[in-house]
T-cell receptor, first 111, second 111 residues
Framework: GENVEQHPSTLSVQEGDSAVIKCTYS??????FPWYKQELGKGPQLIID?????GEKKDQRIAVTLNKTAKHFSLHITETQPEDSAVYFC??????????FGTGTRLKVLA | DVKVTQSSRYLVKRTGEKVFLECVQD?????MFWYRQDPGLGLRLIYF???????EKGDIPEGYSVSREKKERFSLILESASTNQTSMYLC??????????FGQGTRLTVV
């Protein structure tokens, strides 16, 4: 069935270093890939998204890359700060109702 | 500011009770979703609705039902709560093909 694999499940980085989270999707019809950040006790919030006609998108310290051929997409956070500590989820959707979420990555930024 | 509001942040219910989780969105979205979030399992879709009075089963519908009488409101019902339904429940809404907005979550404990 359709699924999204997300790695790693936990990631610890020193403040100021970069963090990379990777996802692989199975449904070749997927054409929209959002990333969500979930802080403790809160619901997931969209932080960046990319559509299949674009290979890379950047928003300040956050960037997402997409390789459609390999069905991979990745989240890159540069110059990490303690407030970046959270659980991050990737998702893929073929543009219908259904979102397939990854299992999440717990990012810890060590001061 | 877009908003998805869940009626309770925390709930404690007894085994066998009927439980209602309410979700309201103010964005005129046609799609609404209920997810369950458990450690290591990510977000799993329970039910979704793509229109008023329409509903579709997600990946784990057993033990749950839903109601969508108005476009802005989507209710999740646990007919007879059990301890294995202790979890974080997340409501979301979206336009078809658009990004999903999440509520803040309801942490349900069944004792």
């Amino acid at each position: 069935g359709e699924n999204v694999e997300q790695h790693p499940s936990t990631l610890s980085v020193q403040e100021g270093d970069s963090a990379v989270i990777k996802c692989t999707y199975s449904d070749s019809a997927s054409n929209y890939f959002p990333w969500y950040k979930q802080e403790l006790g809160k619901g997931p919030q969209l932080i960046i998204d990319i559509r299949s006609n674009v290979g890379e998108k950047k928003d300040q310290r956050i960037a997402v890359t997409l390789n459609k051929t390999a069905k991979h997409f990745s989240l890159h956070i540069t110059e990490t700060q303690p407030e970046d500590s959270a659980v991050y989820f990737c998702a893929a959707t073929p543009g219908t109702y259904k979102y397939i979420f990854g299992t999440g990555t717990r990012l810890k930024v060590l001061a | 500011d877009v908003k998805v509001t869940q009626s309770s942040r925390y709930l404690v219910k007894r085994t066998g009770e009927k439980v209602f989780l309410e979700c309201v969105q103010d964005m005129d979205h046609e799609n609404m979703f209920w997810y369950r979030q458990d450690p290591g399992l990510g977000l799993r879709l329970i039910y979704f609705s793509y229109d008023v009075k329409m509903k579709e089963k997600g990946d784990i519908p057993e033990g749950y039902s839903v109601s969508r009488e108005k476009k802005e409101r989507f209710s999740l019902i646990l007919e007879s709560a059990s301890t294995n339904q202790t979890s974080m429940y997340l409501c979301a809404s979206s336009l078809t093909g658009g990004l999903a907005f999440f509520g803040q979550g309801t942490r349900l404990t069944v004792v």
